[in-house]
Protein backbone atom coordinates (compact mmCIF):
# COMPACT_ATOMS: atom_id res chain seq x y z
CA UNK A 1 0.00 0.00 0.00
CA UNK A 2 0.96 3.54 -0.99
CA UNK A 3 -0.63 5.07 2.23
CA UNK A 4 1.50 7.31 4.39
CA UNK A 5 1.38 7.11 8.06
CA UNK A 6 1.46 10.34 10.29
CA UNK A 7 2.59 10.75 13.84
CA UNK A 8 1.97 12.02 15.97
CA UNK A 9 -2.00 11.47 15.70
CA UNK A 10 -2.56 14.73 17.72
CA UNK A 11 -0.85 16.85 19.12
CA UNK A 12 -1.77 19.85 21.85
CA UNK A 13 0.42 22.85 22.71
CA UNK A 14 -0.41 26.34 23.11
CA UNK A 15 -0.45 29.65 21.18
CA UNK A 16 2.89 30.63 19.84
CA UNK A 17 4.46 27.51 19.92
CA UNK A 18 5.69 25.25 17.10
CA UNK A 19 4.49 22.30 15.75
CA UNK A 20 6.05 19.75 13.98
CA UNK A 21 4.02 16.57 12.57
CA UNK A 22 5.47 14.42 10.69
CA UNK A 23 4.54 11.65 7.57
CA UNK A 24 6.09 8.25 6.09
CA UNK A 25 5.24 6.63 2.91
CA UNK A 26 6.08 3.43 1.24
CA UNK A 27 6.74 3.74 -2.21
CA UNK A 28 8.27 6.37 -5.17
CA UNK A 29 6.33 9.53 -5.34
CA UNK A 30 6.27 12.60 -8.20
CA UNK A 31 5.14 14.90 -5.28
CA UNK A 32 3.53 15.14 -1.49
CA UNK A 33 1.23 17.71 -0.58
CA UNK A 34 -0.45 18.68 2.67
CA UNK A 35 -3.93 19.46 3.17
CA UNK A 36 -6.12 20.72 6.11
CA UNK A 37 -8.85 19.79 7.02
CA UNK A 38 -11.47 22.02 10.02
CA UNK A 39 -14.07 19.68 11.57
CA UNK A 40 -16.82 18.24 8.94
CA UNK A 41 -15.22 20.20 6.61
CA UNK A 42 -13.55 19.83 3.24
CA UNK A 43 -9.53 19.74 2.57
CA UNK A 44 -7.51 23.03 1.80
CA UNK A 45 -4.35 22.40 0.22
CA UNK A 46 -1.64 23.67 2.07
CA UNK A 47 1.99 23.21 0.31
CA UNK A 48 3.18 20.91 -2.25
CA UNK A 49 6.41 19.69 -2.46
CA UNK A 50 8.07 17.90 -5.43
CA UNK A 51 10.17 14.35 -5.27
CA UNK A 52 13.23 16.61 -6.43
CA UNK A 53 12.79 19.32 -4.12
CA UNK A 54 13.83 19.39 -0.17
CA UNK A 55 11.88 22.20 1.55
CA UNK A 56 9.67 24.60 0.69
CA UNK A 57 8.51 27.80 2.60
CA UNK A 58 4.70 29.24 2.39
CA UNK A 59 4.40 31.78 5.44
CA UNK A 60 4.29 30.60 8.48
CA UNK A 61 4.57 26.92 6.93
CA UNK A 62 7.71 25.03 6.26
CA UNK A 63 7.72 21.28 4.42
CA UNK A 64 10.88 18.83 4.32
CA UNK A 65 10.82 16.20 2.08
CA UNK A 66 13.27 13.20 2.12
CA UNK A 67 13.03 11.12 -0.23
CA UNK A 68 15.76 8.39 0.80
CA UNK A 69 13.88 8.26 3.87
CA UNK A 70 10.71 8.11 2.85
CA UNK A 71 9.24 10.76 5.19
CA UNK A 72 8.26 14.27 5.09
CA UNK A 73 7.95 16.91 8.16
CA UNK A 74 5.29 19.91 7.95
CA UNK A 75 6.17 22.83 10.42
CA UNK A 76 3.81 25.40 11.44
CA UNK A 77 5.96 28.41 13.59
CA UNK A 78 4.21 30.85 15.80
CA UNK A 79 0.73 28.96 16.17
CA UNK A 80 -2.22 30.29 16.72
CA UNK A 81 -5.77 29.20 18.09
CA UNK A 82 -7.31 28.88 14.20
CA UNK A 83 -4.57 26.46 12.76
CA UNK A 84 -6.73 24.32 15.59
CA UNK A 85 -7.67 21.06 12.52
CA UNK A 86 -6.55 18.04 11.34
CA UNK A 87 -3.32 18.17 9.19
CA UNK A 88 -2.94 15.54 6.20
CA UNK A 89 -0.24 14.41 4.24
CA UNK A 90 -1.03 13.04 0.64
CA UNK A 91 1.26 11.32 -1.85
CA UNK A 92 0.65 11.29 -5.59
CA UNK A 93 2.08 8.31 -7.11
CA UNK A 94 1.07 9.00 -10.90
CA UNK A 95 1.78 10.60 -14.06
CA UNK A 96 -0.67 13.57 -13.72
CA UNK A 97 -0.10 14.12 -10.23
CA UNK A 98 -3.59 13.68 -9.21
CA UNK A 99 -4.06 10.08 -7.60
CA UNK A 100 -3.63 10.94 -3.80
CA UNK A 101 -3.28 8.60 -1.04
CA UNK A 102 -3.76 10.20 2.22
CA UNK A 103 -1.82 9.78 5.47
CA UNK A 104 -3.41 9.13 8.47
CA UNK A 105 -3.86 13.19 9.91
CA UNK A 106 -2.49 14.34 12.83
CA UNK A 107 -5.25 16.21 14.77
CA UNK A 108 -3.62 19.56 16.25
CA UNK A 109 -5.02 21.69 18.70
CA UNK A 110 -3.89 24.85 19.79
CA UNK A 111 -4.91 26.36 22.91
CA UNK A 112 -4.92 29.98 23.12
CA UNK B 1 -10.62 30.50 -8.30
CA UNK B 2 -10.56 26.99 -8.31
CA UNK B 3 -13.99 26.89 -6.46
CA UNK B 4 -15.46 23.09 -6.52
CA UNK B 5 -18.45 23.36 -4.56
CA UNK B 6 -20.83 20.19 -2.91
CA UNK B 7 -23.86 19.70 -2.31
CA UNK B 8 -26.08 18.94 0.00
CA UNK B 9 -23.52 19.43 2.75
CA UNK B 10 -25.48 17.04 5.06
CA UNK B 11 -28.55 14.39 4.86
CA UNK B 12 -30.53 12.28 7.03
CA UNK B 13 -32.15 9.83 4.95
CA UNK B 14 -33.78 6.35 5.88
CA UNK B 15 -32.55 2.63 5.27
CA UNK B 16 -33.41 1.47 1.78
CA UNK B 17 -33.22 4.81 0.30
CA UNK B 18 -31.16 6.08 -2.01
CA UNK B 19 -29.56 9.57 -1.89
CA UNK B 20 -27.23 11.77 -4.56
CA UNK B 21 -24.44 14.38 -3.58
CA UNK B 22 -23.21 16.44 -6.23
CA UNK B 23 -19.99 17.67 -7.03
CA UNK B 24 -19.48 20.38 -9.51
CA UNK B 25 -16.30 22.33 -10.42
CA UNK B 26 -17.97 26.30 -10.53
CA UNK B 27 -14.76 27.87 -12.29
CA UNK B 28 -12.94 25.55 -14.18
CA UNK B 29 -13.79 22.29 -16.36
CA UNK B 30 -13.06 19.42 -14.50
CA UNK B 31 -12.48 15.93 -16.47
CA UNK B 32 -11.80 14.50 -13.73
CA UNK B 33 -12.91 13.84 -10.35
CA UNK B 34 -12.14 12.15 -7.59
CA UNK B 35 -14.38 10.70 -4.85
CA UNK B 36 -13.72 9.72 -1.37
CA UNK B 37 -14.76 8.56 1.92
CA UNK B 38 -13.87 9.25 5.18
CA UNK B 39 -15.06 8.02 8.88
CA UNK B 40 -14.83 9.87 12.08
CA UNK B 41 -11.28 10.45 12.81
CA UNK B 42 -9.92 8.79 9.78
CA UNK B 43 -8.12 9.82 6.84
CA UNK B 44 -9.85 9.82 3.22
CA UNK B 45 -10.25 7.08 1.75
CA UNK B 46 -10.56 7.23 -2.21
CA UNK B 47 -13.57 5.19 -3.67
CA UNK B 48 -13.33 6.22 -7.45
CA UNK B 49 -12.34 8.02 -10.12
CA UNK B 50 -14.90 9.88 -11.95
CA UNK B 51 -13.99 10.49 -15.75
CA UNK B 52 -15.95 12.63 -18.11
CA UNK B 53 -17.86 10.97 -21.04
CA UNK B 54 -16.49 7.68 -19.43
CA UNK B 55 -17.09 4.78 -16.73
CA UNK B 56 -15.87 5.48 -13.29
CA UNK B 57 -12.80 3.15 -11.95
CA UNK B 58 -13.69 2.10 -8.04
CA UNK B 59 -11.04 1.09 -6.16
CA UNK B 60 -10.45 -2.19 -4.37
CA UNK B 61 -13.46 -3.14 -2.29
CA UNK B 62 -16.11 -0.72 -3.48
CA UNK B 63 -19.57 -1.95 -5.02
CA UNK B 64 -19.77 -0.04 -7.88
CA UNK B 65 -23.50 -1.01 -8.32
CA UNK B 66 -23.83 0.62 -4.90
CA UNK B 67 -22.09 3.55 -5.06
CA UNK B 68 -23.61 5.16 -8.57
CA UNK B 69 -20.93 7.37 -10.01
CA UNK B 70 -21.93 9.78 -13.23
CA UNK B 71 -20.02 12.20 -14.84
CA UNK B 72 -22.12 13.78 -17.63
CA UNK B 73 -20.58 16.81 -18.17
CA UNK B 74 -16.89 18.18 -17.74
CA UNK B 75 -18.33 20.51 -14.84
CA UNK B 76 -20.83 18.00 -13.02
CA UNK B 77 -20.09 14.74 -11.20
CA UNK B 78 -22.61 12.71 -9.21
CA UNK B 79 -22.62 10.09 -6.45
CA UNK B 80 -25.59 7.98 -5.82
CA UNK B 81 -25.69 5.85 -2.51
CA UNK B 82 -28.18 3.35 -3.44
CA UNK B 83 -30.38 1.42 -0.65
CA UNK B 84 -28.50 3.10 1.76
CA UNK B 85 -27.90 1.16 4.88
CA UNK B 86 -26.81 2.75 8.43
CA UNK B 87 -23.16 1.58 7.43
CA UNK B 88 -22.76 3.89 4.61
CA UNK B 89 -22.96 7.13 7.32
CA UNK B 90 -19.82 8.54 6.79
CA UNK B 91 -18.31 12.26 5.48
CA UNK B 92 -17.99 11.88 1.56
CA UNK B 93 -15.97 14.34 -0.11
CA UNK B 94 -15.02 15.27 -3.86
CA UNK B 95 -12.30 16.78 -5.58
CA UNK B 96 -11.71 17.57 -9.13
CA UNK B 97 -8.99 18.42 -11.07
CA UNK B 98 -8.71 20.07 -14.63
CA UNK B 99 -6.83 19.79 -17.70
CA UNK B 100 -3.48 17.76 -17.40
CA UNK B 101 -1.28 20.82 -15.39
CA UNK B 102 -4.02 21.90 -13.13
CA UNK B 103 -2.32 21.22 -10.17
CA UNK B 104 -3.27 20.80 -6.90
CA UNK B 105 -6.78 19.22 -6.75
CA UNK B 106 -9.67 21.26 -5.34
CA UNK B 107 -11.66 19.80 -2.63
CA UNK B 108 -15.31 20.36 -2.24
CA UNK B 109 -16.97 20.68 1.59
CA UNK B 110 -18.04 17.10 1.71
CA UNK B 111 -21.45 15.96 2.31
CA UNK B 112 -22.16 14.10 5.67
CA UNK B 113 -24.53 11.43 5.12
CA UNK B 114 -26.47 9.92 8.20
CA UNK B 115 -28.91 6.27 7.30
CA UNK B 116 -31.39 5.79 10.01
Known amino acids: SQQGEEDPQALSIQEGENATMNCSYK?????LQWYRQNSGRGLVHLILIRSNEREKHSGRLRVTLDTSKKSSSLLITASRAADTASYFCATSYNNAGNMLTFGGGTRLMVKP | GAVVSQHPSWVICKSGTSVKIECRSLDFQATTMFWYRQFPKQSLMLMAT?????????EQGVEKDKFLINHASLTLSTLTVTSAHPEDSSFYIC????????????FGNGTRLTVT
Open chain 1, 27 to 31: TSINN
Open chain 2, 95 to 106: SAVGPIGRSPLH
Open chain 2, 50 to 58: SNEGSKATY
